[in-house]
């Protein structure tokens, strides 16, 4: 008969046995992978010094040890002390008789990546709607607008008294600022014109106009990856995205008790990420990081949909704007946020995705 020790030590799934006090007795090889530790280094220690928080996995392995029970729970988010990163994993956590105390065994299986890749396709049908949704919206308010400057450029003529044709040029002004709002939604009508960029130097201006407007307790720091080749990117159309979340940063460290706030603009080079359906072998991720408040709960799932916004004097376009722009660089922006840590990441690919290929 195999050695059940052999046995789990193949499994891809992580296998974790504790007790009732949550000491571990035993990790498979995937366990020691997930968390960083090796068996003999990890034996006798709490579920507490593997994972930041692990109260959740806590609560149900003393269900599982008062009933007698097996349960099943998905989606639990982990984060191991040893990693960076919070995973997304389903769990199963069911009575271990084989122990000579009583005990419990933990599968864990990383659905990660798959929630990254449901997300990643829930984000571009978000794009397809949500371009579809802007495009009519600014149709239908750029064809009255035309009509209301026109009519007030009218009436200023016939006016003799200067004081009232300041009302006329007021309605003219903020009737020329809405035409460019819609023009901004619209977005160019051509395709992008790439050309070889320095992300970098792009990031340097983008870096100095959100310089000029923040407060002085806000620090903008850099942590550039040098060894980044240049990208097929059209200049304006990305220094516009980029601009939109360095913006919305800033107004989400405004939101800080204190108005001291951190931002901190990132590049790395990622290798084999999907993007949708389509694998690259290598893309920039250029990143946004806060330490504002987090992105609301009730606005996670829509928060790329245009007239989505969680400020009072918002206009709920900048994200939407953003994520358009970089989607016509087959790329994507991806966010995660917690109170105190947004993180918002542009993926752009290092290979040009032509017509003929894409078909």
Known sequence: MADPGRILDSLSTSVLIVDRARAILYLNVAAETLFGMGRNQARGRPLDELLADASALGAIVERALETSRPFLRRELALRPIHGEDELIVDCVVA?????TVPAVMIEISDTTQHQRISRETALLTQI???RLMIRQLAHEIKNPLGGLRGAAQLLARELPDAQMREYTS???SEADRLAALVDALLGPGHAPRREPTNIHELLQHVRHLLAADAPPAVTIERDYDPSLPPLPLDRNLIIQAMLNLGRNALQAIAQNASGKGRIVLRTRALTNVNIGARRHRVVAS??????????PDHLRETLFYPLVTGRADGTGLGLAVAQDLVS???GLIEFESRPGLTLFTILLPFH???????S
């Open 328 to 330: 016509r660089h087959d």
């Open 128 to 130: 397809d709607g949500s």
């Open 170 to 172: 007021v309605i003219i």
């Open 95 to 99: 009575p271990y008789d084989e122990a």
């Open 286 to 295: 250029v990143q946004f990081e806060d330490n504002g408040p987090g992105v």
């Open 352 to 358: 040009v995705v032509h017509l003929s290929e894409a």
